[in-house]
């Protein structure tokens, strides 16, 4: 069932065909050489009105969205593409769950990029995500997905200078990516419209909706109208996101890839049993034993033990820096940055880097601090192993972990898990 849209609104300025910030409905149209960059930048110009189309696979998508996903090497849809694009692009609410690094960012950002209308000023499509580092990367994705039908995205998260999306939201954005408190601060100040929004999709939607981001939810998508599209997105759907279903959807597709619980079948996962005094010299020995272009992520509970951690490997002479919320977005970006780059072999990690983060080449993740429940285990170990690579997973279990260790084990399998042996306690 496909909802009804909302009453046509008349447009800030710039609407399809008009010139940029023309508010006179009699203008002519600017010639499309003309046209600045919001209207279309790119190429694919003409297209966008034209009657040209073009395939992803088995999917019928406009020529310009074909064009830009033959050139990032997007041949055909992956699984959850398959599955959930078509839906999508008819307007459906969908919940959309498949296994970590299976392309989830590409089916909704695919669906936005046709629905949302690049001659239109207006935010119409906002993707809300948890970490400001992940807003980054969907943006760039949405950016590059959209390219050649000209769409405009602006990323929206804490950290960056607010005066320069400021600027960028009032030269207009098709897409919003952003974090939830930046962007109710825009809201609140008033730089931010969400009036317009289609689609509203709510990516690690488990996260964005369970108790820290609730509220925030709550609000902002109070402030779009009800005849949005709403799309969510995780690899994890615990129960509690299911009773919340209904409240922000209306009559859902609901994709399920795979079991409830899953983890990837090209990871390894090993885990030690190793006290917590030995875990840096157990670490040591992973990382003796690794090739010379590895990559990999580590996480700890805190952020002093990030920093900790990453402070005693630097000095040991292995490449690595810290990442978490402490640190200054500034600083944030250089350790995400060369990590990404393949500058920085070892990078230390809070959960702020559990979510979403796909940096392919990633061979390694240690749960050097065990993570609190078996989702947390699912979206941190599915940084490696993205799109039929293999990786290993290595977690270390302290003295007090067992407990919660038991029920990760439960859910993930024993069968898929590897017991090591450390040679230091032989
Ligand atoms: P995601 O799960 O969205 O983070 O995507 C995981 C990885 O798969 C990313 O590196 C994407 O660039 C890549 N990817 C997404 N869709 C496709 C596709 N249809 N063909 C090949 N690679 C893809």
Redesign the pocket.
């Known amino acids: 069932m496909s909802r009804s849209e909302a009453p046509p609104r008349r447009r800030r300025g710039g609407g399809r065909g008009r010139g940029r910030g023309s508010e006179s409905e009699t203008a002519s149209p600017t010639p499309i050489s003309e046209r600045t960059p919001l209207q279309n930048e790119g190429s694919g110009l003409g297209s966008y009105d034209g009657p040209e189309r073009g395939k992803f696979g088995d999917i019928d998508v406009s020529g310009p969205i074909a064009k830009a996903l033959a050139e990032?090497?997007?041949?055909?849809?992956?699984p959850i593409?398959l599955e959930a694009v078509p839906g999508c692009l008819e307007g459906r609410d969908l919940v959309g769950q498949a296994i970590?690094?299976?392309?989830?960012?590409?089916?909704f950002s695919i669906p936005i990029c046709e629905r949302v209308d690049p001659y239109n000023r207006n935010v119409q499509a906002i993707v809300l995500v948890p970490t400001r580092e992940l807003a980054m990367q969907v943006a760039r994705?949405v950016e590059r997905i959209g390219k050649y039908r000209g769409i405009t995205v602006c990323a929206v998260y804490g950290g960056q200078p607010i005066q320069r999306q400021f600027a960028q939201l009032e030269r207009g954005a098709n897409v919003v990516v952003g974090t939830p408190g930046r962007i109710m601060d825009h809201m609140g100040r008033g730089t931010l419209d969400l009036q317009n929004v289609r689609v509203a999709v709510l990516d690690e939607a488990d996260e964005m909706l369970d108790i820290g981001f609730a509220e925030d939810m709550e609000f902002i998508l109070r402030h779009t109208p009800r005849s949005r599209q709403t799309l969510l997105f995780s690899a994890t759907v615990p129960g509690f996101v299911k009773r919340l279903i209904r409240r922000y959807q209306d009559d859902p597709m609901w994709i399920q890839l795979g079991a409830e619980i899953q983890t990837v079948d090209e990871v390894d996962q090993i885990y030690f049993e190793v006290a917590e005094r030995d875990k840096q010299d157990a670490l040591k020995l992973v990382l003796s034993d690794v090739t010379d272009d590895y990559r990999m992520l580590v996480f700890r509970r805190t952020q002093i033990g990030v920093d900790r951690l990453a402070g005693s490997l630097k000095r040991a002479g292995f490449g690595a820096m810290g990442l978490h919320g402490g640190l200054a977005q500034g600083e944030r970006n250089r350790a995400m940055g060369a990590f990404r780059d393949g500058n920085l072999p070892i990078l230390v990690s809070t959960n702020v880097a559990a979510r979403?983060i796909?940096i392919?080449e990633i061979t390694h993740v240690v749960n050097y601090d065990l993570p609190d429940n078996v989702e947390e285990y699912v979206h941190r170990i599915g940084r490696t192993a993205?799109?039929g690579r293999r990786g290993y997973a290595v977690t270390f279990l302290a003295e007090w972990d067992f407990e919660t260790w038991e029920k990760i084990r439960e859910h993930i399998g024993e069968d898929r898990l590897i017991q090591g042996s450390l040679p230091f306690y032989d």
């Open positions: 990032i090497g997007y041949e055909n849809p992956s593409q970590t690094g299976s392309g989830k960012t590409a089916a994705e979403g796909d392919p993205r799109m």
